[in-house]
């Protein structure tokens, strides 16, 4: 908003004083483009595995469900679908949250614990892909802090880690205070360019679309540690190379 005041004195010797106030509008339209851009992406992303159920049951319904190998077959791409609308509901649902209406309370995290339960839940994955995990962090660090924002912050950063590392990959990761509380997760995996980086955290954003969805992932886990590392008072940043790996750095109050 630009304030303007101008004041002059006329031929006539009066005193004039003019005031002006312009609004600038660019900010509210970035708003704006994004709210739309979000809600179009929406309505595409749900409707992809809904027209496919939709798609399946017709198809079994017509006939194809006598014979047990084809039913068996569609009944596991429908649980895919179905899935995959869990999971986008779910992501939905975390990024509409929003820190002035939800106030969580605090509680302690014992970090290093909290870190192997959650590579747990990838325990097959881990062993498929052969992966070498590190926990750096201290043992006994713990961290006061709303455990329903920070929860999803660290899964998700696992959680890329794991999936963007190729066979025999290392993941390193850290935690602890300094001028922070600091988390931090280094893969050994195929990274991003630095044009990508600038886009990484915008919500449905991949590098790329076709693996991506392959793979399972929707677009919105980094948004949502962006998101909430800002409602926790922190950021998030990320340093990366492309074919060498990423890391992904968390800080966060030291409260
Ligand atoms: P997704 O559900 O697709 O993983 P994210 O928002 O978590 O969505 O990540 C957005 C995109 O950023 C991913 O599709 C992927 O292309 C890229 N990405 C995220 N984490 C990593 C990583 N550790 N290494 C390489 N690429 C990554």
Same mark, same amino acid.
């Given at each position: 908003?630009?304030?303007?005041?101008?004041?002059?004195? &006329?031929?006539?010797?009066?005193?004039?004083?003019?005031?002006?106030?312009?609004?600038?509008?660019?900010?509210?339209?970035?708003?704006?483009?994004?709210?739309?851009?979000?809600?179009?992406?929406?309505?595409?992303?749900?409707?992809?595995?809904?027209?496919?159920?939709?798609?399946?049951? &017709?198809?079994?319904?017509?006939?194809?469900?006598?014979?047990?190998?084809?039913?068996?077959?569609? @009944?596991? %791409?429908?649980?895919?679908?179905?899935?995959?609308?869990?999971?986008? %509901?779910?992501?939905?649902? +975390?990024?509409?949250?929003?820190?002035?209406?939800?106030?969580?309370?605090?509680? $302690?995290?014992?970090?290093?614990?909290?870190?192997?339960?959650?590579?747990?839940?990838?325990?097959?994955?881990?062993?498929?892909?052969? @992966?070498?995990?590190? %926990? @750096?962090? $201290?043992?006994?660090?713990?961290?006061? !802090?709303?455990?329903?924002?920070?929860?999803? %912050?660290?899964?998700?950063?696992? &959680?890329?880690?794991? +999936?963007?590392?190729?066979?025999?990959? !290392?993941?390193?990761?850290?935690?602890?205070?300094?001028? !922070?509380?600091?988390?931090?997760?280094? $893969?050994?995996?195929?990274?991003?360019?630095?044009?990508?980086?600038?886009?990484?955290?915008?919500?449905?954003?991949?590098?790329?679309?076709?693996?991506?969805?392959?793979?399972?992932?929707?677009? @919105?886990?980094?948004?949502?540690?962006?998101?909430?590392?800002?409602?926790?008072?922190?950021?998030? !940043?990320? $340093?990366?190379?492309?074919?060498?790996?990423?890391?992904?750095?968390?800080?966060?109050?030291?409260?």
């Amino acid at each position: 908003i630009l304030d303007m005041s101008l004041r002059f004195i &006329e031929e006539d010797g009066n005193d004039y004083q003019v005031l002006g106030i312009a609004y600038d509008l660019t900010r509210v339209r970035q708003l704006e483009k994004i709210q739309k851009d979000f809600v179009s992406n929406v309505s595409h992303e749900l409707k992809t595995p809904v027209t496919s159920l939709l798609g399946f049951t &017709e198809t079994l319904l017509d006939g194809a469900k006598d014979d047990p190998e084809t039913l068996t077959q569609f @009944l596991e %791409i429908m649980q895919k679908d179905a899935l995959r609308l869990q999971q986008l %509901i779910q992501e939905i649902l +975390q990024l509409s949250r929003d820190g002035r209406t939800i106030s969580y309370d605090d509680q $302690d995290v014992t970090v290093h614990p909290f870190i192997t339960e959650i590579l747990r839940s990838y325990r097959k994955v881990i062993t498929e892909k052969n @992966l070498s995990i590190e %926990i @750096l962090g $201290d043992e006994t660090i713990t961290y006061t !802090t709303k455990y329903e924002l920070f929860y999803p %912050i660290v899964k998700n950063l696992i &959680e890329n880690a794991i +999936q963007y590392s190729q066979s025999n990959g !290392t993941i390193t990761i850290d935690f602890g205070f300094a001028e !922070t509380f600091y988390f931090v997760v280094k $893969d050994s995996g195929i990274g991003i360019s630095l044009k990508d980086q600038e886009r990484i955290f915008e919500r449905f954003y991949r590098v790329d679309k076709a693996r991506s969805r392959h793979s399972g992932g929707t677009g @919105l886990g980094l948004s949502i540690v962006h998101n909430y590392s800002e409602l926790l008072g922190g950021t998030v !940043t990320i $340093d990366s190379h492309l074919g060498l790996g990423s890391t992904f750095i968390v800080k966060l109050p030291k409260n």
